[in-house]
């Protein structure tokens, strides 16, 4: 964490998912669990939940939806 930023380096999603769920206070699922497996290095650095899921989306070249306080990706 820096400034209140999420910095990951080359880090599972399925942490990348929990330090989300912590800072957002939100829940997050996979809708595969090979998804859990994949490895992001980002720097997140805007306070939006959402724009950080697209940013996520973007470089993985999965999605994501949102229902209410649940993420999913798939």
Do not use: C, H, P
Request: proline share 0%; charged share 40%.
């Amino acid at each position: 964490w820096k400034e209140g930023w999420l910095k990951f380096k080359d880090t599972r999603m399925e942490k990348v998912a929990r330090d989300l769920e912590r800072k957002y206070d939100v829940k997050i699922n996979f809708g595969n669990e090979e998804l859990k497996d994949l490895k992001l290095t980002a720097e997140l650095k805007s306070r939006s939940f959402e724009r950080n899921l697209d940013v996520i989306a973007i470089s993985l070249g999965i999605e994501y939806k949102i229902d209410q306080e649940v993420a999913t990706f798939y």
